[in-house]
Protein backbone atom coordinates (compact mmCIF):
# COMPACT_ATOMS: atom_id res chain seq x y z
CA UNK A 1 0.00 0.00 0.00
CA UNK A 2 1.39 3.48 -1.12
CA UNK A 3 0.99 6.30 1.15
CA UNK A 4 -0.01 9.46 -0.39
CA UNK A 5 2.09 12.29 -0.27
CA UNK A 6 1.49 14.64 2.48
CA UNK A 7 0.21 17.65 2.30
CA UNK A 8 2.45 20.87 2.93
CA UNK A 9 0.32 24.13 3.47
CA UNK A 10 2.30 26.61 5.45
CA UNK A 11 6.55 26.56 5.86
CA UNK A 12 8.09 28.64 9.22
CA UNK A 13 12.09 29.70 8.66
CA UNK A 14 13.51 31.56 11.80
CA UNK A 15 14.60 31.46 14.90
CA UNK A 16 13.98 29.17 17.96
CA UNK A 17 15.76 30.29 21.29
CA UNK A 18 15.77 30.74 24.45
CA UNK A 19 15.36 34.20 25.84
CA UNK A 20 16.51 35.96 29.35
CA UNK A 21 13.62 38.63 30.28
CA UNK A 22 13.58 41.04 32.45
CA UNK A 23 10.31 42.44 32.71
CA UNK A 24 8.94 45.14 35.52
CA UNK A 25 6.66 41.88 37.10
CA UNK A 26 10.39 40.01 37.50
CA UNK A 27 13.03 37.89 35.43
CA UNK A 28 12.12 34.86 33.91
CA UNK A 29 15.38 32.90 32.41
CA UNK A 30 15.55 30.24 30.09
CA UNK A 31 12.46 31.18 28.77
CA UNK A 32 11.41 29.41 25.02
CA UNK A 33 11.84 31.94 22.02
CA UNK A 34 12.28 33.30 18.75
CA UNK A 35 10.63 34.33 16.18
CA UNK A 36 9.84 30.84 14.64
CA UNK A 37 8.51 29.68 17.57
CA UNK A 38 6.19 32.45 18.10
CA UNK A 39 4.77 32.45 14.57
CA UNK A 40 4.31 28.63 14.75
CA UNK A 41 2.55 28.29 17.90
CA UNK A 42 0.01 31.09 16.78
CA UNK A 43 -0.15 29.50 12.77
CA UNK A 44 -0.79 26.27 14.31
CA UNK A 45 -4.09 27.28 15.45
CA UNK A 46 -5.50 27.43 11.76
CA UNK A 47 -3.05 24.82 9.55
CA UNK A 48 -0.26 22.46 10.21
CA UNK A 49 3.22 23.93 9.74
CA UNK A 50 6.62 22.84 8.98
CA UNK A 51 8.93 24.34 10.61
CA UNK A 52 12.57 25.00 9.81
CA UNK A 53 15.07 26.25 12.20
CA UNK A 54 18.15 24.91 14.30
CA UNK A 55 18.31 24.42 17.54
CA UNK A 56 21.17 23.36 19.82
CA UNK A 57 22.34 20.32 21.89
CA UNK A 58 20.39 22.10 25.12
CA UNK A 59 16.99 22.23 23.25
CA UNK A 60 15.07 19.97 25.70
CA UNK A 61 13.32 17.35 22.96
CA UNK A 62 10.00 17.92 25.47
CA UNK A 63 9.76 21.21 23.88
CA UNK A 64 9.56 19.91 20.40
CA UNK A 65 7.17 17.32 21.44
CA UNK A 66 5.22 20.38 22.72
CA UNK A 67 5.29 21.57 19.08
CA UNK A 68 4.51 18.47 17.53
CA UNK A 69 1.37 18.04 19.34
CA UNK A 70 0.11 21.49 18.33
CA UNK A 71 0.46 20.70 14.78
CA UNK A 72 3.95 21.85 13.80
CA UNK A 73 6.18 19.18 11.88
CA UNK A 74 9.30 19.28 13.00
CA UNK A 75 11.79 17.39 10.43
CA UNK A 76 13.20 20.67 9.52
CA UNK A 77 14.68 21.28 12.73
CA UNK A 78 18.06 20.50 12.75
CA UNK A 79 19.80 20.12 16.05
CA UNK A 80 23.49 21.11 15.44
CA UNK A 81 26.60 21.03 18.02
CA UNK A 82 27.12 23.72 20.81
CA UNK A 83 24.33 26.08 22.53
CA UNK A 84 20.51 26.87 20.96
CA UNK A 85 20.23 30.72 19.90
CA UNK A 86 19.73 32.70 22.95
CA UNK A 87 18.60 36.65 23.67
CA UNK A 88 18.35 38.54 26.85
CA UNK A 89 16.45 41.89 27.18
CA UNK A 90 15.14 43.87 29.71
CA UNK A 91 11.60 46.15 29.38
CA UNK A 92 11.22 49.10 30.95
CA UNK A 93 8.25 49.90 33.45
CA UNK A 94 5.81 50.66 31.04
CA UNK A 95 6.45 48.22 28.53
CA UNK A 96 6.66 50.12 25.84
CA UNK A 97 10.15 50.12 25.01
CA UNK A 98 12.90 47.20 25.59
CA UNK A 99 17.01 47.49 25.64
CA UNK A 100 18.73 44.32 24.66
CA UNK A 101 21.34 43.17 27.08
CA UNK A 102 22.92 40.60 25.19
CA UNK A 103 22.75 38.12 21.89
CA UNK A 104 24.62 34.88 21.64
CA UNK A 105 24.25 33.06 18.13
CA UNK A 106 25.28 30.10 18.97
CA UNK A 107 24.25 27.45 16.48
CA UNK A 108 22.55 30.21 14.78
CA UNK A 109 25.87 31.55 13.41
CA UNK A 110 26.32 29.02 10.71
CA UNK A 111 22.70 27.97 10.24
CA UNK A 112 22.20 27.59 6.79
CA UNK A 113 17.67 26.12 5.93
CA UNK A 114 17.45 22.76 4.52
CA UNK A 115 13.93 22.80 3.49
CA UNK A 116 12.72 19.04 3.67
CA UNK A 117 11.37 17.60 1.14
CA UNK A 118 7.65 17.94 1.51
CA UNK A 119 7.78 21.22 2.80
CA UNK A 120 9.22 22.49 -0.30
CA UNK A 121 5.67 22.47 -2.00
CA UNK A 122 4.08 24.66 0.71
CA UNK A 123 1.81 26.83 -1.03
CA UNK A 124 2.55 29.47 2.13
CA UNK A 125 5.77 30.57 2.97
CA UNK A 126 6.85 32.71 6.19
CA UNK A 127 9.90 33.66 6.21
CA UNK A 128 10.75 34.85 9.58
CA UNK A 129 13.31 37.63 10.76
CA UNK A 130 16.90 36.42 10.11
CA UNK A 131 19.93 37.41 7.11
CA UNK A 132 18.18 38.05 4.06
CA UNK A 133 20.75 36.01 2.59
CA UNK A 134 19.17 32.94 4.48
CA UNK A 135 15.47 34.35 3.18
CA UNK A 136 17.18 34.14 -0.21
CA UNK A 137 17.96 30.69 0.35
CA UNK A 138 15.02 29.17 1.37
CA UNK A 139 13.43 30.80 -1.55
CA UNK A 140 15.94 28.86 -4.01
CA UNK A 141 14.56 25.31 -2.86
CA UNK A 142 10.72 26.13 -2.33
CA UNK A 143 8.40 25.12 -5.00
CA UNK A 144 6.64 27.97 -6.83
CA UNK A 145 4.83 29.35 -3.46
CA UNK A 146 1.91 31.22 -3.46
CA UNK A 147 2.42 33.77 -1.03
CA UNK A 148 5.65 34.60 0.58
CA UNK A 149 5.11 36.30 3.70
CA UNK A 150 8.94 38.37 4.94
CA UNK A 151 10.14 39.99 8.15
CA UNK A 152 13.12 42.07 8.78
CA UNK A 153 14.71 44.25 11.28
CA UNK A 154 16.94 47.61 10.91
CA UNK A 155 20.03 45.88 11.50
CA UNK A 156 19.42 44.34 7.93
CA UNK A 157 17.86 47.35 6.59
CA UNK A 158 21.31 49.21 7.34
CA UNK A 159 23.54 46.62 7.35
CA UNK A 160 22.74 44.51 4.08
CA UNK A 161 20.95 46.86 1.66
CA UNK A 162 21.72 45.16 -1.50
CA UNK A 163 21.27 41.70 -0.19
CA UNK A 164 17.75 42.31 1.53
CA UNK A 165 17.08 44.49 -1.99
CA UNK A 166 17.26 41.01 -4.12
CA UNK A 167 14.62 39.24 -1.54
CA UNK A 168 12.00 42.30 -1.40
CA UNK A 169 11.81 41.53 -5.59
CA UNK A 170 10.36 38.03 -4.66
CA UNK A 171 8.42 38.70 -1.51
CA UNK A 172 4.27 39.17 -1.87
CA UNK A 173 3.67 40.33 1.84
CA UNK A 174 6.37 42.63 4.06
CA UNK A 175 5.64 42.59 8.14
CA UNK A 176 7.36 45.12 9.81
CA UNK A 177 7.20 46.98 12.55
CA UNK A 178 6.43 51.18 12.33
CA UNK A 179 9.83 52.37 12.34
CA UNK A 180 11.24 49.45 10.16
CA UNK A 181 8.75 50.94 7.80
CA UNK A 182 9.78 54.62 7.95
CA UNK A 183 13.79 53.92 8.09
CA UNK A 184 12.74 51.38 4.85
CA UNK A 185 10.61 53.63 2.82
CA UNK A 186 12.96 56.82 3.64
CA UNK A 187 9.95 58.75 4.89
CA UNK A 188 8.41 59.79 8.43
CA UNK A 189 4.70 59.70 7.02
CA UNK A 190 3.95 56.06 7.26
CA UNK A 191 1.99 56.31 4.30
CA UNK A 192 4.41 57.58 2.06
CA UNK A 193 6.83 55.15 3.62
CA UNK A 194 4.71 51.80 2.42
CA UNK A 195 3.98 53.38 -1.24
CA UNK A 196 7.92 53.61 -1.20
CA UNK A 197 8.69 50.12 0.16
CA UNK A 198 5.36 48.59 -1.99
CA UNK A 199 7.73 49.79 -5.33
CA UNK A 200 10.59 47.50 -3.69
CA UNK A 201 8.79 44.50 -4.89
CA UNK A 202 5.79 43.28 -1.95
CA UNK A 203 2.98 44.23 -3.36
CA UNK A 204 1.15 44.25 0.14
CA UNK A 205 3.02 46.05 3.24
CA UNK A 206 1.83 45.21 6.90
CA UNK A 207 3.36 47.73 9.25
CA UNK A 208 2.80 46.89 12.99
CA UNK A 209 2.57 49.69 15.61
CA UNK A 210 2.31 47.36 18.53
CA UNK A 211 -0.58 48.73 21.04
CA UNK A 212 -1.88 51.08 18.38
CA UNK A 213 -2.96 47.89 16.13
CA UNK A 214 -1.63 47.44 12.20
CA UNK A 215 -1.79 48.90 8.84
CA UNK A 216 -1.98 46.61 5.47
CA UNK A 217 -1.49 49.05 2.00
CA UNK A 218 -2.36 46.50 -0.92
CA UNK A 219 -3.02 48.34 -4.41
CA UNK A 220 -6.14 49.02 -3.52
CA UNK A 221 -6.03 51.10 -0.62
CA UNK A 222 -4.85 51.28 3.09
CA UNK A 223 -6.98 48.74 6.00
CA UNK A 224 -6.58 49.53 10.07
CA UNK A 225 -6.91 47.20 12.58
CA UNK A 226 -6.53 48.10 16.43
CA UNK A 227 -4.64 46.19 18.70
CA UNK A 228 -6.73 44.74 21.43
CA UNK A 229 -6.80 47.60 24.69
CA UNK A 230 -5.68 44.58 27.49
CA UNK A 231 -5.77 45.71 31.21
CA UNK A 232 -2.98 42.93 31.80
CA UNK A 233 -0.36 42.90 29.34
CA UNK A 234 2.96 41.03 30.82
CA UNK A 235 5.49 40.42 27.95
CA UNK A 236 5.53 42.15 24.62
CA UNK A 237 7.78 39.38 23.24
CA UNK A 238 6.88 37.60 20.19
CA UNK A 239 3.70 39.82 20.10
CA UNK A 240 4.67 40.73 16.20
CA UNK A 241 5.91 37.12 15.25
CA UNK A 242 2.80 35.76 16.72
CA UNK A 243 0.64 38.39 14.56
CA UNK A 244 3.44 37.20 11.23
CA UNK A 245 1.95 33.55 11.82
CA UNK A 246 -1.43 34.35 13.03
CA UNK A 247 -1.53 36.32 10.13
CA UNK A 248 -0.17 33.45 7.36
CA UNK A 249 -1.88 31.13 9.46
CA UNK A 250 -5.44 32.33 8.86
CA UNK A 251 -4.86 32.43 5.17
CA UNK A 252 -3.64 29.34 4.47
CA UNK A 253 -6.83 27.99 6.34
CA UNK A 254 -8.77 30.09 4.32
CA UNK A 255 -7.44 28.27 0.89
CA UNK A 256 -7.44 24.98 2.59
CA UNK A 257 -10.65 25.26 2.93
CA UNK A 258 -11.56 26.38 -0.48
CA UNK A 259 -11.84 30.14 0.40
CA UNK A 260 -10.38 32.75 -1.91
CA UNK A 261 -7.36 34.67 -0.86
CA UNK A 262 -8.22 37.88 -1.85
CA UNK A 263 -8.04 41.65 -0.40
CA UNK A 264 -11.08 40.73 1.75
CA UNK A 265 -9.17 37.52 3.39
CA UNK A 266 -6.24 39.55 3.91
CA UNK A 267 -8.55 41.82 5.78
CA UNK A 268 -9.70 39.32 8.15
CA UNK A 269 -6.52 37.79 8.19
CA UNK A 270 -4.72 41.04 9.92
CA UNK A 271 -7.61 40.65 12.35
CA UNK A 272 -6.69 37.12 13.53
CA UNK A 273 -3.11 38.40 13.80
CA UNK A 274 -4.21 40.74 16.02
CA UNK A 275 -6.00 38.99 18.11
CA UNK A 276 -3.57 36.23 18.29
CA UNK A 277 -1.28 38.65 19.67
CA UNK A 278 -3.46 40.11 22.08
CA UNK A 279 -3.04 36.76 23.82
CA UNK A 280 -0.12 36.33 23.59
CA UNK A 281 1.33 39.53 25.69
CA UNK A 282 -1.11 38.19 28.12
CA UNK A 283 1.65 35.96 29.93
CA UNK A 284 5.33 35.11 29.91
CA UNK A 285 6.94 34.10 26.74
CA UNK A 286 4.41 31.81 24.20
CA UNK A 287 2.97 30.41 27.46
CA UNK A 288 -0.63 31.84 26.42
CA UNK A 289 -0.21 30.32 22.57
CA UNK A 290 0.25 26.93 24.32
CA UNK A 291 -2.92 27.08 26.53
CA UNK A 292 -5.42 28.99 24.20
CA UNK A 293 -7.92 27.59 22.12
CA UNK A 294 -9.74 28.18 19.57
CA UNK A 295 -12.98 28.93 20.97
CA UNK A 296 -10.69 31.96 23.11
CA UNK A 297 -9.98 33.45 19.78
CA UNK A 298 -13.46 33.03 18.67
CA UNK A 299 -14.71 35.45 21.94
CA UNK A 300 -11.63 37.51 21.27
CA UNK A 301 -12.45 38.25 17.96
CA UNK A 302 -16.20 38.92 18.80
CA UNK A 303 -14.79 41.48 21.52
CA UNK A 304 -12.87 43.16 17.79
CA UNK A 305 -15.99 43.46 16.26
CA UNK A 306 -17.03 45.17 19.01
CA UNK A 307 -14.20 47.38 19.41
CA UNK A 308 -14.57 49.20 16.09
CA UNK A 309 -18.49 48.36 15.12
CA UNK A 310 -20.22 52.18 14.44
CA UNK A 311 -23.65 51.18 14.27
CA UNK A 312 -25.42 53.75 11.75
CA UNK A 313 -24.64 55.51 8.65
CA UNK A 314 -22.57 58.44 9.19
CA UNK A 315 -22.43 58.89 5.15
CA UNK A 316 -26.50 60.42 4.91
CA UNK A 317 -25.84 63.02 7.63
CA UNK A 318 -26.60 66.74 6.70
CA UNK A 319 -24.30 69.18 7.07
CA UNK A 320 -25.05 73.08 7.84
CA UNK A 321 -22.71 73.72 4.68
CA UNK B 1 -44.03 91.26 17.24
CA UNK B 2 -42.54 89.31 19.28
CA UNK B 3 -39.31 87.62 18.08
CA UNK B 4 -39.20 83.57 19.80
CA UNK B 5 -36.28 83.15 22.02
CA UNK B 6 -33.47 81.67 20.29
CA UNK B 7 -31.87 78.08 20.65
CA UNK B 8 -29.01 77.55 22.02
CA UNK B 9 -27.19 74.37 21.07
CA UNK B 10 -23.60 74.04 21.74
CA UNK B 11 -21.63 76.38 23.39
CA UNK B 12 -17.79 76.43 23.68
CA UNK B 13 -15.33 78.39 26.03
CA UNK B 14 -11.62 78.09 25.99
CA UNK B 15 -9.23 80.10 23.91
CA UNK B 16 -8.90 82.44 20.96
CA UNK B 17 -5.53 83.06 20.48
CA UNK B 18 -2.78 83.78 17.83
CA UNK B 19 -0.48 81.22 16.87
CA UNK B 20 3.52 81.65 15.85
CA UNK B 21 4.35 78.16 14.28
CA UNK B 22 7.85 76.36 13.40
CA UNK B 23 6.65 74.05 10.91
CA UNK B 24 8.97 72.00 8.90
CA UNK B 25 7.69 73.42 6.11
CA UNK B 26 7.95 77.00 6.98
CA UNK B 27 7.42 79.68 9.61
CA UNK B 28 4.30 81.04 10.17
CA UNK B 29 3.02 84.08 12.38
CA UNK B 30 -0.11 85.47 13.22
CA UNK B 31 -1.86 82.17 12.92
CA UNK B 32 -5.35 82.18 13.64
CA UNK B 33 -5.33 79.76 16.99
CA UNK B 34 -6.90 78.71 20.08
CA UNK B 35 -8.68 75.70 21.55
CA UNK B 36 -12.08 77.36 21.36
CA UNK B 37 -11.37 78.62 17.40
CA UNK B 38 -10.68 75.11 16.60
CA UNK B 39 -13.80 73.55 18.21
CA UNK B 40 -16.03 76.11 17.12
CA UNK B 41 -15.38 75.79 13.51
CA UNK B 42 -15.34 72.12 13.45
CA UNK B 43 -18.49 71.95 15.36
CA UNK B 44 -20.24 74.83 12.95
CA UNK B 45 -20.12 72.26 10.69
CA UNK B 46 -23.15 70.06 12.62
CA UNK B 47 -24.93 72.98 14.60
CA UNK B 48 -25.17 76.61 15.63
CA UNK B 49 -22.51 77.76 18.46
CA UNK B 50 -22.41 80.01 21.29
CA UNK B 51 -18.56 81.15 21.75
CA UNK B 52 -17.22 82.37 24.61
CA UNK B 53 -13.59 83.70 24.92
CA UNK B 54 -11.13 86.72 25.49
CA UNK B 55 -9.74 88.42 22.43
CA UNK B 56 -7.64 91.63 22.70
CA UNK B 57 -7.32 94.85 20.79
CA UNK B 58 -4.92 93.50 18.37
CA UNK B 59 -8.06 90.65 17.27
CA UNK B 60 -9.26 91.51 13.75
CA UNK B 61 -12.94 91.88 13.20
CA UNK B 62 -12.77 89.88 10.36
CA UNK B 63 -11.86 86.81 11.38
CA UNK B 64 -14.89 87.33 13.91
CA UNK B 65 -16.75 87.96 10.67
CA UNK B 66 -15.37 84.72 9.68
CA UNK B 67 -16.90 82.72 12.67
CA UNK B 68 -20.20 84.59 12.17
CA UNK B 69 -20.31 83.20 8.64
CA UNK B 70 -19.47 80.19 9.95
CA UNK B 71 -22.78 79.64 12.20
CA UNK B 72 -20.73 80.65 15.25
CA UNK B 73 -22.46 83.41 17.69
CA UNK B 74 -19.28 85.80 19.05
CA UNK B 75 -21.88 87.93 21.78
CA UNK B 76 -19.81 85.93 24.00
CA UNK B 77 -16.73 87.10 22.68
CA UNK B 78 -14.84 89.62 24.91
CA UNK B 79 -12.68 92.38 23.59
CA UNK B 80 -10.52 93.17 26.46
CA UNK B 81 -7.77 95.91 26.63
CA UNK B 82 -4.36 94.35 25.38
CA UNK B 83 -2.97 92.06 23.35
CA UNK B 84 -4.74 88.55 22.38
CA UNK B 85 -3.37 85.31 24.20
CA UNK B 86 -0.14 84.28 22.07
CA UNK B 87 1.40 81.03 21.56
CA UNK B 88 4.62 79.83 19.64
CA UNK B 89 5.86 76.72 19.22
CA UNK B 90 8.35 74.32 17.19
CA UNK B 91 7.32 70.79 15.48
CA UNK B 92 10.35 68.34 14.78
CA UNK B 93 10.66 66.97 11.23
CA UNK B 94 8.40 64.09 11.91
CA UNK B 95 5.57 66.37 13.01
CA UNK B 96 5.64 63.60 16.50
CA UNK B 97 6.57 66.13 18.67
CA UNK B 98 6.71 69.93 19.44
CA UNK B 99 8.39 72.27 22.36
CA UNK B 100 7.10 75.29 23.33
CA UNK B 101 9.02 78.65 22.52
CA UNK B 102 6.99 81.19 23.95
CA UNK B 103 3.48 81.71 25.75
CA UNK B 104 2.02 85.01 26.69
CA UNK B 105 -1.16 85.12 28.14
CA UNK B 106 -1.90 88.49 27.67
CA UNK B 107 -5.97 89.30 28.30
CA UNK B 108 -6.13 85.66 28.92
CA UNK B 109 -4.58 86.63 32.53
CA UNK B 110 -7.38 88.25 33.09
CA UNK B 111 -10.68 86.17 31.60
CA UNK B 112 -13.12 85.47 33.53
CA UNK B 113 -15.97 83.70 31.34
CA UNK B 114 -19.28 85.57 31.20
CA UNK B 115 -21.92 83.62 29.27
CA UNK B 116 -24.55 85.36 27.64
CA UNK B 117 -28.18 84.62 28.37
CA UNK B 118 -29.56 82.27 25.74
CA UNK B 119 -26.39 80.62 25.57
CA UNK B 120 -26.84 79.72 29.55
CA UNK B 121 -29.16 77.27 28.37
CA UNK B 122 -27.59 74.90 25.82
CA UNK B 123 -27.90 71.71 26.42
CA UNK B 124 -24.36 71.10 25.34
CA UNK B 125 -21.73 72.41 26.47
CA UNK B 126 -17.28 72.24 26.12
CA UNK B 127 -14.98 73.59 27.81
CA UNK B 128 -11.96 73.83 26.47
CA UNK B 129 -8.51 73.76 28.28
CA UNK B 130 -8.37 76.66 30.37
CA UNK B 131 -7.70 77.09 34.36
CA UNK B 132 -10.54 74.18 35.97
CA UNK B 133 -11.57 76.99 38.13
CA UNK B 134 -12.84 78.91 34.95
CA UNK B 135 -14.27 75.62 33.40
CA UNK B 136 -16.17 75.02 37.20
CA UNK B 137 -17.00 79.32 36.50
CA UNK B 138 -18.59 78.17 33.34
CA UNK B 139 -20.55 74.95 35.02
CA UNK B 140 -22.05 77.83 37.69
CA UNK B 141 -23.68 79.95 35.08
CA UNK B 142 -25.28 77.38 32.51
CA UNK B 143 -28.92 75.66 33.75
CA UNK B 144 -28.32 72.01 33.90
CA UNK B 145 -27.08 70.91 30.33
CA UNK B 146 -27.51 67.46 29.12
CA UNK B 147 -24.23 66.41 28.58
CA UNK B 148 -20.57 68.70 29.49
CA UNK B 149 -17.52 67.75 27.77
CA UNK B 150 -13.93 68.81 29.24
CA UNK B 151 -10.48 69.11 28.02
CA UNK B 152 -7.89 69.70 30.52
CA UNK B 153 -4.10 69.04 30.03
CA UNK B 154 -0.55 67.86 32.39
CA UNK B 155 -0.18 71.59 33.38
CA UNK B 156 -3.62 71.48 35.65
CA UNK B 157 -3.23 67.66 36.32
CA UNK B 158 -0.41 68.39 38.35
CA UNK B 159 -0.79 72.04 38.95
CA UNK B 160 -4.61 72.18 39.90
CA UNK B 161 -5.29 68.42 41.11
CA UNK B 162 -7.96 69.58 43.69
CA UNK B 163 -9.58 71.95 41.36
CA UNK B 164 -9.68 69.10 38.61
CA UNK B 165 -11.44 66.90 41.59
CA UNK B 166 -13.82 68.99 41.59
CA UNK B 167 -14.34 69.42 37.73
CA UNK B 168 -14.36 66.26 37.05
CA UNK B 169 -17.13 65.29 39.13
CA UNK B 170 -19.17 67.41 36.82
CA UNK B 171 -18.20 66.35 33.55
CA UNK B 172 -19.78 63.38 31.55
CA UNK B 173 -17.25 63.45 28.78
CA UNK B 174 -13.47 64.57 29.62
CA UNK B 175 -11.39 64.29 26.53
CA UNK B 176 -7.40 64.28 27.13
CA UNK B 177 -4.86 62.62 25.01
CA UNK B 178 -2.99 59.26 25.91
CA UNK B 179 0.16 60.51 28.18
CA UNK B 180 -2.57 63.18 30.10
CA UNK B 181 -4.48 59.80 30.14
CA UNK B 182 -1.88 58.11 31.77
CA UNK B 183 -0.78 60.77 34.28
CA UNK B 184 -4.43 61.85 35.60
CA UNK B 185 -4.74 57.59 36.19
CA UNK B 186 -2.03 57.03 37.54
CA UNK B 187 -1.15 53.59 35.39
CA UNK B 188 0.71 53.20 31.99
CA UNK B 189 -1.81 51.13 30.74
CA UNK B 190 -3.92 53.14 29.02
CA UNK B 191 -7.06 50.75 29.59
CA UNK B 192 -6.28 50.55 33.40
CA UNK B 193 -5.96 54.26 33.75
CA UNK B 194 -9.44 55.00 31.86
CA UNK B 195 -11.05 53.03 35.05
CA UNK B 196 -9.45 54.89 37.17
CA UNK B 197 -10.49 58.14 35.48
CA UNK B 198 -14.25 57.39 35.09
CA UNK B 199 -14.28 56.40 38.70
CA UNK B 200 -13.38 60.37 39.47
CA UNK B 201 -16.71 61.18 37.73
CA UNK B 202 -16.94 61.64 33.98
CA UNK B 203 -18.68 58.22 32.69
CA UNK B 204 -16.56 58.12 29.45
CA UNK B 205 -13.13 58.96 28.32
CA UNK B 206 -12.27 59.89 25.26
CA UNK B 207 -8.09 59.43 24.84
CA UNK B 208 -7.07 61.34 21.75
CA UNK B 209 -3.65 59.39 20.19
CA UNK B 210 -2.94 61.70 17.57
CA UNK B 211 -1.66 59.69 14.37
CA UNK B 212 -2.71 56.34 15.95
CA UNK B 213 -6.75 57.31 16.53
CA UNK B 214 -8.95 57.61 19.58
CA UNK B 215 -10.60 55.14 22.21
CA UNK B 216 -13.89 55.67 24.08
CA UNK B 217 -13.89 53.95 27.71
CA UNK B 218 -17.35 54.24 28.62
CA UNK B 219 -19.92 51.71 30.71
CA UNK B 220 -20.62 49.16 28.26
CA UNK B 221 -16.86 48.85 27.05
CA UNK B 222 -13.84 50.33 24.51
CA UNK B 223 -14.22 51.55 21.25
CA UNK B 224 -11.68 52.37 18.96
CA UNK B 225 -11.73 54.51 15.87
CA UNK B 226 -8.33 55.16 13.94
CA UNK B 227 -6.68 58.21 12.69
CA UNK B 228 -7.05 58.44 8.72
CA UNK B 229 -3.62 57.37 7.07
CA UNK B 230 -2.55 60.72 5.39
CA UNK B 231 0.03 60.89 3.05
CA UNK B 232 0.35 64.89 3.59
CA UNK B 233 0.05 66.39 7.00
CA UNK B 234 1.28 69.89 7.35
CA UNK B 235 0.38 71.15 10.66
CA UNK B 236 -0.77 69.28 13.64
CA UNK B 237 -1.84 72.02 15.76
CA UNK B 238 -5.58 72.07 16.99
CA UNK B 239 -6.14 68.72 15.49
CA UNK B 240 -7.31 67.78 19.22
CA UNK B 241 -9.62 70.95 19.81
CA UNK B 242 -11.00 69.86 16.13
CA UNK B 243 -11.60 66.67 17.63
CA UNK B 244 -13.64 67.86 20.61
CA UNK B 245 -15.27 70.24 18.82
CA UNK B 246 -16.66 67.56 15.47
CA UNK B 247 -17.29 65.10 18.15
CA UNK B 248 -19.51 67.14 20.39
CA UNK B 249 -20.72 69.13 17.06
CA UNK B 250 -22.17 65.86 15.70
CA UNK B 251 -23.81 64.77 19.24
CA UNK B 252 -26.16 68.36 19.00
CA UNK B 253 -26.82 67.76 15.65
CA UNK B 254 -27.63 64.02 16.47
CA UNK B 255 -30.13 65.84 19.65
CA UNK B 256 -31.35 68.50 17.08
CA UNK B 257 -32.70 66.13 14.29
CA UNK B 258 -34.28 63.94 17.51
CA UNK B 259 -32.11 61.09 17.44
CA UNK B 260 -31.22 59.23 20.38
CA UNK B 261 -27.89 60.83 22.02
CA UNK B 262 -26.80 56.89 23.03
CA UNK B 263 -23.86 54.54 22.93
CA UNK B 264 -24.35 54.34 19.18
CA UNK B 265 -24.21 58.21 18.78
CA UNK B 266 -21.44 58.27 21.03
CA UNK B 267 -19.13 55.78 18.30
CA UNK B 268 -20.42 58.02 14.94
CA UNK B 269 -19.08 60.71 17.12
CA UNK B 270 -15.71 59.92 18.00
CA UNK B 271 -15.71 59.17 13.99
CA UNK B 272 -16.66 62.70 13.37
CA UNK B 273 -14.37 64.15 15.11
CA UNK B 274 -11.58 62.16 14.18
CA UNK B 275 -12.79 62.66 10.42
CA UNK B 276 -12.77 66.59 10.89
CA UNK B 277 -9.34 66.36 12.99
CA UNK B 278 -7.96 64.73 9.45
CA UNK B 279 -9.00 68.08 7.50
CA UNK B 280 -7.42 70.39 10.03
CA UNK B 281 -3.81 69.38 9.85
CA UNK B 282 -3.67 69.25 5.76
CA UNK B 283 -3.39 72.54 5.84
CA UNK B 284 -1.47 75.66 8.31
CA UNK B 285 -3.79 76.87 11.31
CA UNK B 286 -7.53 76.06 10.76
CA UNK B 287 -7.67 77.17 7.28
CA UNK B 288 -8.47 73.54 6.22
CA UNK B 289 -12.27 74.01 8.44
CA UNK B 290 -12.59 77.34 6.65
CA UNK B 291 -12.82 75.95 3.05
CA UNK B 292 -13.97 72.44 3.42
CA UNK B 293 -17.72 71.55 2.78
CA UNK B 294 -20.42 69.03 4.30
CA UNK B 295 -19.85 66.68 1.30
CA UNK B 296 -15.89 66.63 2.09
CA UNK B 297 -16.75 65.06 5.32
CA UNK B 298 -18.93 62.88 3.84
CA UNK B 299 -16.45 61.42 1.12
CA UNK B 300 -14.36 61.23 3.88
CA UNK B 301 -16.38 59.15 6.16
CA UNK B 302 -16.76 56.80 3.43
CA UNK B 303 -13.04 56.37 3.36
CA UNK B 304 -12.76 55.48 7.14
CA UNK B 305 -15.83 53.29 6.84
CA UNK B 306 -13.56 51.28 3.89
CA UNK B 307 -10.46 51.69 6.27
CA UNK B 308 -11.76 49.63 8.89
CA UNK B 309 -13.93 47.38 7.21
CA UNK B 310 -14.44 43.63 7.21
CA UNK B 311 -16.16 42.06 4.94
CA UNK B 312 -17.20 38.58 6.45
CA UNK B 313 -17.41 37.09 9.68
CA UNK B 314 -14.87 35.67 11.44
CA UNK B 315 -15.88 34.49 14.31
CA UNK B 316 -17.58 31.65 12.33
CA UNK B 317 -14.05 30.40 11.95
CA UNK B 318 -12.83 26.13 12.36
CA UNK B 319 -9.88 25.72 14.32
CA UNK B 320 -7.19 22.80 15.12
CA UNK B 321 -7.70 23.57 19.08
Known amino acids: MKTPPRMSRLLIVGSVAFDDLELPTGKHDNVWGGSASYAALAASLFTPIDLVAVIGEDFPESQLDTMRRHGVRTEGVERAKGKSFRWAGRYDATLSTRVTLDTQLNVFADFRP ?7 RAPFVLLGNIHPALQLEVLEQVEKPRLVVADTMNFWITGEPATLKKLLER ?4 VINDEEARQLGDHHNVSRAAANIRKMGPKHLVVK ?13 TFFAPAYPLEDVLDPTGAGDTFAGGFLGYLAHVDAVGGSVDRAAFRRAIVAGSALASFCVEDVGPNRLLTMTGQNLRDRLGAFKALVHVEHELDALTFLR
Chains 1, 2 share one sequence.
Do not use: H, N
Request: without cysteine.
Open 114 to 120: KIPGAAR
Open 209 to 221: RGEFGALLFDPEG
Open 171 to 174: VDVL
